[in-house]
């Protein structure tokens, strides 16, 4: 068996857990080893970190490929890959994205329906759900056992209610997709709504729920996968803001608040060089 596809076949019984798992989003190396350390059973990229990594308002593909490699090869943990929408409106040119994602070491993929167009920002349902076919056939072709995420973005847009959500959901199951994911749910009631209406394992990301809601909570809806998205990045950009505004204004409190390089350090001397 090789690394990836232990790293793979790990990822996909983590699915299976008697608790939902968490899924935090690294943007490189430095903070995918500062996650490994804290304990985290597998981590996932963000293209939302990318972009926010090469001050760009979205990432290129080559970008995010770059990045699926240096997030997977950072730690041992497995990696799940945000591929967006596979940079790609034809769905075997999308699902070409899966497999260029194996092969930079990740153990998942995942990929959405948003077109990246505001002036029609969700694939039609038909064209939808045969782009996740194509990324399903892809998927069962490579040499390790990958774990495909299908994403139903209308929510994010507001282009089509809750029902459509999981009207898209129930078909990406049915395309075969191991995982289904509903970004834009914000209550526990949105949640459970999805998760009762489907048969797979459901990702739920709290960069865009109600902050109050528990890891509990969600595991007593059957909410099998937590992540953030690129809300880490998004956060320690405005931690940087903040302290470059105070150094602008000539005050430097901020410095009191840093983390000891020895934690720092801690976390990076197992991935060090002799």
């Known amino acids: 068996m090789t690394d990836q596809t232990a790293r793979a076949t790990r990822f996909r019984a983590l699915h299976d857990g008697p608790e939902p798992f968490l899924l935090p989003n690294p ?4 903070t995918a080893r500062l996650l490994a350390s804290l304990g985290f059973d597998a981590l996932a990229t963000t293209s939302l970190g990318v972009a926010n990594q090469a001050g760009r308002t979205r990432a290129a593909r080559q970008d995010v490929l770059g990045n699926c490699r240096v997030i997977s090869a950072a730690t ?3 990696v799940n890959a945000d591929l ?25 993929a995942s990929i959405e329906d948003a077109t990246g167009d505001r002036r029609r920002p969700i ?6 759900v045969e782009r996740v076919r194509a990324a399903v056939e892809v998927t069962r072709g490579l040499p390790v056992p990958l774990v495909l995420t299908a994403r139903a973005e209308n929510l994010l847009y507001d282009a089509g209610g809750l029902d459509d959500t999981i009207r898209r959901l129930h078909a990406f199951e ?7 994911y509903a970004p834009g749910l914000r209550t526990l009631d949105e949640m459970r709504a999805v998760v009762s209406s ?15 809601i528990t890891l509990e909570q969600l595991a007593e809806i059957g909410v099998r996968r937590v992540s953030i998205g690129g809300a880490l990045s998004r956060y320690a950009l405005g931690a940087f803001l903040d302290a470059a ?6 005050r430097f409190g901020f410095v009191a608040d840093v983390p000891p390089m020895g934690e720092l350090l801690r976390a990076f001397r197992p991935y060090s060089t002799p």
């Open 174 to 180: 049915e395309a075969g997709a191991d995982v289904l």
């Open 123 to 128: 694939y039609d349902f038909g064209l939808a």
């Open 27 to 30: 943007w490189d190396a430095g």
């Open 198 to 212: 489907v048969g797979r394992p459901v990702n739920v990301v709290m960069g865009f729920a109600d902050p109050a």
């Open 84 to 108: 967006e929408n596979g940079f790609a409106d034809d769905p075997a040119e999308a699902a070409k994205m899966i497999a260029d994602a194996c092969a930079c070491g990740v153990a998942g």
């Open 76 to 78: 041992p943990l497995p």
């Open 245 to 250: 505004k105070q150094m602008r204004d000539g």
